[in-house]
């Protein structure tokens, strides 16, 4: 994965694979008990739940404009 501070330069495959990631995380927060520790090399290492759910409703707005591009 790349650096969420170039996410506007992502093509529709990246951010396809980060809409998973971040749909799998916010249901990992949901469940019950504490979700497991992401790798430091996993770009949403450190995120936390609300954080998670703000960068998905951007992700999805990103692939809408391409899809419209």
Same mark, same amino acid.
């Given at each position: 994965?790349?650096d969420?501070?170039?996410i506007?330069?992502?093509?529709?495959?990246?951010l396809r694979?980060?809409r998973c990631?971040?749909?799998?995380r916010? +249901?990992?927060?949901?469940?019950?008990?504490?979700?497991? !520790?992401? @790798?430091?090399? /996993?770009v949403l290492?450190?995120?936390g739940?609300?954080e998670c +759910?703000?960068?998905?409703?951007?992700v999805k707005?990103? !692939?809408? @404009?391409?899809k /419209?591009a």
């Amino acid at each position: 994965m790349k650096d969420l501070n170039d996410i506007e330069n992502w093509n529709e495959k990246q951010l396809r694979s980060l809409r998973c990631n971040l749909n799998n995380r916010i +249901k990992a927060f949901e469940g019950f008990g504490k979700p497991k !520790e992401l @790798q430091k090399s /996993h770009v949403l290492f450190g995120l936390g739940e609300q954080e998670c +759910k703000d960068l998905l409703t951007k992700v999805k707005r990103l !692939e809408k @404009q391409l899809k /419209h591009a």
